[in-house]
């Protein structure tokens, strides 16, 4: 077992001072589940299409990292918490190598994504389908709001869609995997999408900038300043 003295410092450092904060996230979770605005436009199926939200645990620090992702798959929406499958498990080894013990996934990280409701499958293909622009515009409120309660010092870009909607238009994730953006005191640093599905992974130069944005995130994780 990780004791707390062995966790990097940041995931160490005090709680934001208040519970208004903790309450705030809580409050927002809970409109964000109520949300359909994409069912009511006709762009989402409420049959398999929920938002998916996880409160903070109310024993834990309160996150100063957030993970933005693309959008919860299947069984994160059957499972009501992101990240619930074998990408989830990817992602745990990863971040195990910066420092981020796996018992802490939920309590050191908190989880949004670009959108919150599981798009469905792609017509043909074995993934899942990206959410439109549309889908996107419609929930970028929320992400903008859970950033300014969360005021996170590190932000986790998981797929070249959080990419792109943080960075700007990025050729490729091979182009920024591996490095960081530091604007306006945050850092955001680029990670491509862990699920099995994508064949990025299986390029031995990519596993190693994975490992590389792993060291960057330690390194931050380890001196927040
Ligand atoms: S994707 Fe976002 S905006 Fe659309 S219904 Fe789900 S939570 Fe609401």
Redesign the pocket.
């Known amino acids: 077992m990780t004791t707390p003295e062995a966790r990097p410092r940041l995931l160490r450092s005090k709680p934001q001072p208040s519970d208004r904060v903790r309450r705030a996230l809580i409050v927002l979770n809970r409109d964000?589940r109520d949300?359909?605005?994409?069912?009511m436009a006709g762009?989402?199926d409420e049959v398999e299409?929920?938002?998916i939200a996880l409160d903070p645990e109310p024993d834990a620090p309160l996150p100063r990292i957030v993970l933005v992702g693309q959008?919860p798959g299947l069984r994160a929406t059957i499972l009501d918490r992101p990240f619930a499958g074998a990408a989830g498990e990817k992602l745990r080894d990863w971040f195990e190598q910066a420092g981020i013990p796996r018992g802490d996934f939920y309590r050191a990280i908190h989880f949004a994504a670009v959108?919150?409701?599981y798009p469905g499958r792609l017509p043909g293909a074995k993934g899942d389908r990206a959410?439109s622009p549309r889908?996107q515009a419609?929930?970028r409120p929320?992400l903008d709001e859970l950033l300014a309660i969360v005021r996170p010092r590190i932000v986790l870009l998981v797929g070249l869609l959080a990419v792109r909607t943080f960075l700007g238009p990025v050729k490729s994730l091979t182009s920024v995997v591996g490095t960081a953006v530091d604007r306006d005191g945050v850092v955001y640093i680029p990670l491509p999408h862990p699920s099995g599905v994508s064949r990025w992974l299986n390029d031995p130069a990519n596993v190693a900038a994975v490992s590389l944005a792993m060291r960057i995130l330690r390194h931050r994780l380890a001196d927040p300043d």
Do not use: K, N
């Open positions: 964000l949300c359909r605005t994409c069912h762009l989402l299409s929920i938002p959008a959108t919150r409701c959410p889908e419609l929930c929320w």
